[in-house]
Every structure is written in structure tokens, then in C-alpha cells.
């Protein structure tokens, strides 16, 4: 199964960009539909983020449209969250997840490995 690992949270004021990375190993992204999920204190883990095996297409929760974009390197085996134009209500441990589930996955169950998390704390 393959192992995924989150890099580059942070503490940042509102209106600022953050880069997240997941790096993978273990075994090949290329087979994976590549997504980030968010999970803020006493809420529950919601998706953010979603792109297809070749990077072709992605998909995003309303609320960050226009603001965040993910992207992936297969060749490097690893997935990206761009974060423009933070807001407070973007704190959260942000999850990296691959799953081969069919269609455009959005939903924890979907997921068949995870990341152990980056925190990213945005104050205004």
C-alpha cells in the first residue's frame, strides 16, 4: 500500500498562500486518483480537493474554488495543494489521500490510504 506524507503547513495570516506536498512511496501514484481532505477541530473531515490519475482534470469544494489548485508529478509521485487568499475558516490538519475508488471520489470512505497530516492555521 502506498505511504503518503504531508509537508508544508504552517501558521499564516489571512489573505496569504501556503504550498502543501505529499510525497508518496511505497509504490506508484500513477494508478491513484489523488485528493486533499481538511478536518478542523470538533468537525468532521471534509474533502477539499480531488485530481485524476493523469492530472487531467480536478475538482474542488465550492468554498475554495478560485483560490486553491491542486496538481501532481507522477513522475516525482507527488501531489500538490496551492492555498491563495487564506481565510480563518481554512484552519484545519490537511490530509492527503489516494484512492482508486470510480467516478470523482469526495468522501472519506472513499479513501483507501491517507496521510498523517500537516496543520495549517490561518488568523486574521
Known amino acids: 500500500q502506498v505511504q503518503l506524507l504531508e509537508s508544508g503547513g504552517g501558521l499564516v495570516q489571512a489573505g496569504s498562500s501556503l504550498k502543501l506536498s505529499c510525497a508518496a512511496s511505497?509504490?506508484?501514484?500513477?494508478?491513484?486518483?489523488m485528493g486533499w481532505f481538511r478536518q478542523a477541530p470538533g468537525k468532521e473531515r471534509e474533502f477539499v480537493a480531488g485530481?485524476?490519475?493523469?492530472?487531467?482534470?480536478?475538482y474542488y469544494l465550492d468554498s475554495v474554488k478560485g483560490r486553491f489548485t491542486t496538481t501532481r508529478s507522477n513522475l516525482k509521485n507527488a501531489v500538490y495543494l496551492q492555498m491563495d487568499n487564506l481565510k480563518p475558516e481554512d484552519t484545519g490538519v490537511y490530509y492527503c489521500?489516494?484512492?482508486?475508488?470510480?467516478?470523482?471520489?469526495?468522501?472519506?470512505?472513499?479513501?483507501?490510504?491517507w496521510g498523517q497530516g500537516t496543520q495549517v492555521t490561518v488568523f486574521s
Open positions: 489521500a489516494a484512492t482508486r475508488v470510480v467516478g470523482t471520489p469526495s468522501s472519506p470512505t472513499d479513501i483507501d490510504a
Open positions: 511505497g509504490q506508484s501514484i500513477s494508478g491513484d486518483k
Open positions: 485530481i485524476a490519475r493523469n492530472g487531467a482534470s480536478t
